[in-house]
């Protein structure tokens, strides 16, 4: 089993930042891929950003590229977003996920592990 457990949410205002953290707990979780997601009420989870297990490769939905950065320290055990320039329509339910695999992907099925959430707020 592995625990992940998100902090860093909180109520910003439009053009704020925020970082959010996830730390890992349980089974090794180095060699798998990592993402992050996001629900706004009302709406699907939807893909966010991921990264490789070594940290050398992130992916991003074009809605946050170039606004949102993904890192991980795996010495630990903790997955970071990084949020900048944040709009209203950023509000939502943050989740951090592990990967089934090394490689990462966007679809919510290809993750297997999930935190509890970590709500952002962005006021306009």
């Known amino acids: 089993q592995v625990q992940l457990v998100e902090s860093g949410g909180g109520l910003v205002q439009a053009g704020g930042s925020l970082r959010l953290s996830c730390v890992a707990s349980?089974?090794?979780?180095?060699?798998?891929?990592m993402g992050w997601f996001r629900q706004a009420p009302g709406k699907e989870r939807e893909f966010v950003a991921a990264?490789?297990?070594?940290?050398?490769?992130?992916y991003y939905a074009d809605s946050v590229k170039g606004r949102f950065t993904i890192s991980r320290d795996n010495a630990k055990n903790t997955l970071y977003l990084q949020m900048k320039s944040l709009k209203p329509e950023d509000t939502a339910v943050y989740y951090c996920a592990r990967s089934r695999a090394i490689r990462p992907g966007s679809s919510r099925d290809e993750y297997n592990y999930w935190g509890q959430g970590t709500q952002v707020t962005v006021s306009s």
């Open positions: 990264i490789t297990w070594t940290g050398g490769s992130t």
């Open positions: 349980g089974r090794t979780w180095t060699t798998y891929a």
